[in-house]
């Protein structure tokens, strides 16, 4: 056996969900918003003490194998804030940062208004974290940004767990940190931020150095970044990074390096080269090693660790235990006995909920098929015994996953035989629309739409009265046609409002819908939802993602109901509203037993259906979402082709069969345009609307340069901030967009939907909308 002194624990996981089981800092955190709690902090004490507690029940006992990963609203803010790396509109906030106690009253104020915006000065942006749900607020890096060590509250928070002997802190590491930078406004064209390289280093230095004098013994640095190659730095100067990093941070304090969310064996041999503790290896998204890679880190990981993350973090379908068991055993062999092998997860558990234990509601067989959190460490638990000890050590465990896999194989509606049968018929004229000028022509004559239409992504804000009916009528205190009446009288009130305020494409602003995406699967056979499975989204910000778990068919119209009646109110032209395949699957947990192609069809053929029954009710609009198609983007160049002909073909599919005349909308929000443009185009919607605002409109050259013809409504009103856009904001942002795009082409509207923001500030937004589309009617004119 190996006399290794590593110092990273033989069973771990690489982060937990830090919203609370209960939503607590959610509902702490809007309430520090408003002004009604200061004591946020005690909140996040109590939270991580008794997340400390919980996670060394479960049996994560050994030193250092309870991560420290809290944060209040976002782990890359946190190194944002901890190297004072703000653009110049924050100075003042950098100067609070620097001043302040990290976790006072005044620096989370700071903190949260560089999150959220703050009268005129916008906010960070927000981005999709790899090709997760979870949104990070982007760093925005120039060659004159102030970078330093102002302080960091994680290290209050080692101290605050009351259990230092088992936490590790995690830190975003800080070539991912770069590598997911955007240039600063004011930054030279072409500039990356990667060129601050040594800047930040210096920086992390300060806090690794503080970590250590706190009582840390070793650190977890996450840089999944370095797993995609869809980087404009040259590889070679990334490696070269990697070294220069790890060469110095590692040895400060023993250090553990993750590369989650895919594979990167490159790295794992530059990283061999320093005097890293350990490499952690995702074997769910990435590659299992290959005998080569693993003779070669034999004898230069000597003496070291690999951990592999073979639990995932991102799905909640149990473990094969015995499949996890034999992979284990056999990288393990092929290492020696010179390197450590532990197990731990793919990722972070922040992508999961909680505990499944608690889903009473759910059909006990189905729930036998998941894990949540909590049951995905007693995975770990266990495959880390058996691995040390033998199958004999978790007879039990074993039994209860052989089970399990059984049972969800063996059930009638994990395959249903006419649902096969309908997406093998599939062909490629089920696909296709025809040509987009004739659709364009049709559509002008049937809908007569003014220049620069305006229009909005969908919802509206989701009141308390919504939300109480909502829940009422759950728990059988509201029949339904006293619920029915109340959202109809919602959508009255919605349509009325855009009627007044002057918008030209009219939403009925789905008051009946709870999600975009569980509504549909509420709607949908194949799906089960849940009642505590919380995820974190971005900020407070949770959704509850619906499990696929089976074949999808669609009983009866979804939307149609609440559409028709909508229409029936006015004699504007309405939009119905849809949520396409993609984004149900990437906001859903998803069945990996079969392709994800196949599932992607199948959603496709149930919204065909929904499309044809829409326009039978006289809807001339349809829009179907797609907000995820860039999240979902692999992040290796090498599968993309694969990825954009399932993703792509399905929006086809559900949509191919639309009349001419009707005009079919789509939306993608936190998307890298000059990323995914080909894709879009691919998609052939009438118009796309995009998320815009934020970036102040970073699109337009690549709309530009790909010379995109169809209609476009890249977003002038940032909906994730609490901030009211002016007329003179917007009419800058239109101004922009006409830059790029023929004035036929534009369409005016929010970067996304309404749902989370409040009535006074929506109407006051709106308003200004449409006064600056108005405005820029007339210069055109």
């Known amino acids: 056996m190996s006399n290794s002194t590593s110092q990273f624990p033989l069973a771990s996981i690489l982060g937990y969900p830090r919203i609370g089981p209960n939503r607590e800092l959610k509902f702490a955190l809007e309430s520090f918003w408003h002004g009604e709690n200061n004591d946020l902090a005690a909140t996040a004490d109590e939270l991580r003490v008794k997340r400390t507690r919980r996670l060394r029940d479960l049996g994560l006992e050994e030193a250092g194998a309870i991560p420290e990963d809290f944060s209040y609203y976002d782990q890359v803010l946190d190194i944002i804030t901890a190297l004072g790396a703000v653009p110049e509109r924050f100075a003042p906030e950098r100067k609070v940062l620097a001043d302040s106690e990290p976790e006072s009253t005044e620096s989370l104020k700071a903190q949260f208004t560089i999150a959220r915006g703050e009268g005129d000065r916008a906010a960070l942006s927000l981005m999709k974290w790899l090709d997760s749900n979870y949104h990070y607020l982007v760093p925005e890096i120039g060659p004159d940004t102030e970078i330093s060590y102002l302080g960091s509250k994680r290290v209050r928070a080692i101290a605050t767990t009351k259990d230092a002997a088992r936490t590790r802190p995690v830190l975003v590491g800080p070539l991912t940190f770069l590598l997911l930078a955007s240039a600063a406004d004011n930054a030279p064209e072409g500039y990356e931020p990667f060129e601050r390289l040594d800047d930040v280093l210096a920086g992390y230095k300060g806090l690794v150095e503080d970590l ?8 977890q640095f996450d840089e999944p970044a370095l797993c995609s190659d869809r980087h404009t730095v040259a590889r070679d100067r990334i490696l070269d ?40 290896l995702d074997l769910v998204r990435g590659c299992e090693p290959g005998e080569a890679d693993l003779n070669r880190w034999a004898e230069s990981y000597a003496g070291r660790t690999i951990a592999l993350g073979i639990v995932s973090g991102r799905n909640i379908w149990r473990t094969d ?19 450590r092998v532990a197990v731990t997860t793919s990722t972070s558990l922040q992508h999961v909920p909680h505990d499944v234990s608690r889903e009473e509601s759910l059909d006990p067989q189905i729930r036998s098929w998941l894990a949540f959190a909590d049951q995905k460490v007693e995975e770990v638990v266990a495959l880390a015994k058996g691995l040390a000890e033998g199958d004999e050590a978790i007879e039990d465990a074993l039994s209860d996953s052989r089970a399990a896999a059984t049972s969800r194989r063996e059930h009638p509606g994990v395959k249903v035989e006419e649902v096969r049968k309908a997406t093998a018929a599939v062909t490629d004229d089920d696909r296709n629309r025809g040509d987009y000028a004739e659709r364009k022509a ?50 009255h009130d919605v349509i009325r409002t855009q009627e007044e305020i002057g918008v030209d494409v009219l939403v009925h602003g789905e008051a009946e819908r709870n999600d975009m995406v569980q509504y549909f699967a509420e709607h949908l056979n194949g799906f089960v939802t849940t009642t505590h499975g919380w995820v974190q989204s971005y900020g407070s910000r949770c959704t509850r993602p619906s499990i696929l778990w089976g074949d999808v068919t669609r009983p009866e119209p979804i939307t149609v109901r609440w559409s028709g009646y909508a229409a029936s109110l006015t004699d504007r032209v309405v939009k119905g509203m849809l ?13 990996e037993d079969i392709p994800w192609g196949e599932v992607a069809d199948q959603l496709g ?7 044809r029954d829409l326009e039978a009710a006289g809807v001339q609009v349809i829009q179907v979402d797609e907000p995820a198609i860039r999240e979902l983007l692999p992040l290796r160049s090498t599968e993309e082709t694969e990825y954009l002909r399932w993703s792509v073909g399905s929006f086809r599919l559900a949509t191919g069969s639309a009349a001419k005349e009707t005009s079919i909308h789509t939306h993608l929000c936190y998307s890298d345009f000059a990323t995914v443009v080909d894709a879009i185009d691919r998609l052939d ?16 050259p690549a709309i530009a340069e790909h010379g995109f013809d169809r209609g476009l409504g890249p977003g002038v009103w940032d909906i994730h901030s609490p901030r009211v856009p002016s007329v003179e904001e917007i009419s800058e ?36 909308l449409v006064e600056a589309a108005k405005a820029a009617r007339e210069k055109l004119s």
């Open 321 to 339: 235990l015995d499949e996890a068991l034999e992979t284990l055993r056999r990288i393990k062999k092929n290492l020696g006995d010179d390197v």
């Open 442 to 491: 049709a559509q002008d004559e049937a809908l007569k739409l003014p220049l620069l239409p305006t229009t909005t992504i969908g919802s509206f804000p989701q009141t308390k009265e919504i939300r109480a009916a909502r829940a009422a009528h759950r728990r059988g205190e509201l029949s339904t046609a006293d619920y029915e009446a109340a959202m109809e009288k919602e959508i």
């Open 241 to 280: 990074g990697v070294a220069k990093v790890y060469g110095e941070l590692a040895e400060i304090l023993p250090t553990a390096v993750a590369l989650s969310y895919g594979h990167a064996e490159d790295v794992v041999d530059v990283l061999a080269k320093t005097k890293v503790d350990t490499v952690v």
């Open 733 to 768: 942002l239109i101004d922009r967009a006409l830059d790029a795009l023929a004035p036929e082409q534009l369409w005016v509207n929010p970067d996304c939907g309404l749902k989370t923001r409040g009535w006074e500030e929506t109407s006051a937004s709106l308003k200004n």
């Open 685 to 700: 919607a009438d118009v796309t609307s995009i998320e815009a605002s934020r970036s102040r409109m970073a699109v337009l």
């Open 579 to 591: 949520t396409g395949p993609v984004t149900i699957m990437a906001w859903s947990f998803v069945r």
């Open 212 to 219: 250590k004098a706190n009582g840390a013994t070793l650190v």
């Open 605 to 611: 053929l149930c919204l065909r259906d929904e499309v």
